[in-house]
């Protein structure tokens, strides 16, 4: 089986301007999460998608939002953009709930906002 | 507050040696998982645990609900478990996934 794919990998972005980042997760997966790492912050839990429906959010500003499609696939939205959005965005998919779950992550999308 | 606290922060380590990860946590969990991320950023889930222990190959987990501790063991440490370890719970209540900062893995041969 495909493992789970991200795109864009490296994304280059200006303040105020919006991003949209997608996910694929493994074949037969009905959860999506989405995570941003930083080094100050670490990893933060951002929200989880299943089965079409977000089912958690973690403490992040309304800019951040998402979806999940009928396939499963997700995309994360990120609109005007600030330099502290900086990170490596990671989406993880599992078959079950993410928190009760084993987590297959993908290989992230690296934002830089100038 | 960090609700997932990990010890130690870096540890440096002989080929062949004993090590545990300690992770402790202040909320009511579903669950706890140990993650890996190697250099590049990649995360790999090593383990997911409610009780008891777990064990994989040279990783062992284990995980006391009573005292909201879990530890982490590499027996025969190698120079390739060099790499961050995460601690991560997923909370019974407001359905939240918080993270430990991670411990830094270094192993030299």
């Known amino acids: 089986k495909a493992g789970v794919t991200q795109t864009p990998r490296y994304l280059i972005k200006t303040r105020g301007q919006q991003v949209t980042l997608s996910c694929s997760p493994i074949s037969g997966h009905r959860s999506v999460s989405w995570y941003q790492q930083t080094p100050g912050q670490g990893l933060q839990f951002l929200f989880e998608?299943?089965?079409?429906?977000?089912?958690n959010k973690g403490n992040f500003p309304g800019r951040f939002s998402g979806r999940q499609f009928s396939n499963s696939r997700s995309e994360m939205n990120v609109s005007t953009l600030e330099l502290g959005d900086s990170a490596l965005y990671l989406c993880?998919?599992?078959?079950?709930?993410?928190?009760?779950?084993?987590?297959?992550f993908g290989p992230g999308t690296r934002l830089t906002v100038l | 507050k960090n609700e997932v606290e990990q010890s130690p922060q870096n540890l440096t380590a002989q080929e062949g040696e004993f090590i545990t990860i300690n992770c402790s946590y202040s909320v009511g969990i579903s669950a706890l998982h140990w993650l890996q991320q190697h250099p590049g950023g990649g995360i790999v889930s090593l383990f997911m645990?409610?009780?008891g222990k777990k064990k994989h190959g040279r990783l062992i987990a284990t995980i006391n609900i009573q005292e909201k501790h879990s530890s982490l063991h590499i027996t025969a440490s190698h120079p390739r478990d060099s790499a961050v370890y995460i601690c991560?719970?997923?909370?019974?209540?407001?359905?939240?996934?918080?993270f430990g900062t991670g411990t830094s893995l270094t192993v030299i041969p």
């Open positions: 645990l409610s009780s």
């Open positions: 993880a998919s599992s078959l079950a709930r993410g928190r009760t779950d084993t987590q297959y």
């Open positions: 998608y299943f089965s079409e429906t977000q089912r």
């Open positions: 991560a719970v997923g909370s019974n209540t407001g359905n939240q996934f918080y």
